[in-house]
């Protein structure tokens, strides 16, 4: 009998690497996707039927974090065997401007699932998304699972609000909850308003001529950016261990948003300067200058690594939105760089 998993935020980017990992092994996949008057399931369309429009292992069903009775129901319902909580408001210049829905989402959300979970009559496992944006303004570089934290968003304090419950129910209760620390991790379903997305989309705008400039915030802030195809391999791994556990989940390695700007416009041949501009509207009140995390402690529990380096990444993102664009230009050969 196929194992039974259960996704929140199975319409986003995460959700739907994760919903076609888990089809991949054979299990039965749940969503749960929030009402509204749009269809947003646009990342996961291609694996709700096969090309002979029969039905898949993949069902969806509606839910929201902010209402515990169906998280309860949804649950009892599916009897999933695994959860992942994917879901929340995930961006954290938005939190600022709607911090009080960031935390129900991000943070009693996430105690609304462990609820669930709790008062289960069958085993679960649970994974809970954590962030790399709750170490904040780091106090040692890279960033492990030892580091402590130092928020300064209401979406990290958010996220770090879900972190430390996740603890707490698998020390109190004895819930096999696993937390992953997962540093930013890109892909061409990444959403438009994030840096790296923002940043792919603007150039093949660009070259298409539908675009003259590109305006960015901090372009001095350092990331540890990752595929994320990969990293929802780590997710799955987290919950086929013995024990639970927390892990950071990175690939070690600092970039500037001007490395990206100058990567992504020079696999185009243009030069990054004649089209970006900074604008301080997209400055966060509170800056997080680096981020890069240690992922020795997964690399050696789960036997997971990343493979995709960020030249690569860039590429990978940049050669799917021209092609969106509908523009057919022939990027740069591979750089050695990283």
Request: glycine share 8%; hydrophobic share 35%.
């Amino acid at each position: 009998m196929s194992k039974r998993a259960l996704i929140t935020g199975v319409t986003g980017q995460d959700g739907s690497y994760l919903a076609e990992l888990l089809l991949d092994k054979g299990y039965e996949v749940h969503g749960l996707i929030r009402r509204s008057s749009q269809f947003n399931t646009g990342r996961i369309d291609h694996l709700y039927r096969d090309p002979h429009d029969a039905p898949t292992r993949l069902h969806l069903h509606y839910a929201d974090l902010t209402d515990s009775s169906s998280l309860i129901g949804k649950l009892q319902a599916v009897k999933p065997d695994e959860v992942y909580n994917l879901g929340a408001q995930s961006h954290v210049k938005v939190s600022f401007e709607i911090p009080e829905f960031t935390a129900e989402t991000a943070a009693i959300g996430t105690l609304r699932m462990l609820e669930a979970v709790r008062t289960a009559d069958w085993p679960i496992r649970f994974y809970q998304a954590g962030s790399s944006e709750m170490y904040g303004k780091v106090v040692e570089s890279p960033q492990s699972e030892r580091t402590p934290f130092n928020p300064r968003s209401p979406y990290a304090i958010s996220k770090l609000f879900a972190h430390y419950m996740t603890i707490d129910y698998r020390e109190a209760y004895g819930l096999h909850a696993s937390n992953g620390i997962l540093f930013n991790h890109e892909s061409p379903r990444r959403g438009g308003t994030f840096v790296t997305r923002k940043v792919t989309r603007g150039v093949a705008a660009i070259v298409k001529g539908e675009q003259q400039h590109l305006f960015l915030g901090n372009l001095d802030a350092r990331r540890d950016w990752g595929y994320a195809k990969e990293y929802v391999e780590a997710m799955w791994l987290m919950l086929q261990q013995p024990q639970p556990d927390d892990y950071v989940i990175a690939t070690g390695e600092m970039h500037t948003v001007r490395e990206l700007c100058s990567v992504a416009f020079g696999l185009v041949g243009l030069d990054w300067q004649e089209y970006v501009r900074v604008d301080q509207a997209y400055f966060r009140p509170t800056e997080v200058d680096e981020l890069c995390g240690d992922a020795s402690k997964a690399r050696s529990a789960l036997g997971w690594e990343p493979t995709t380096r960020f030249n690569e990444l860039v590429r990978i993102m940049l050669e799917h939105d021209l092609r969106e664009a509908g523009v057919g230009v022939e990027l740069a050969a591979p750089s050695a760089a990283t």
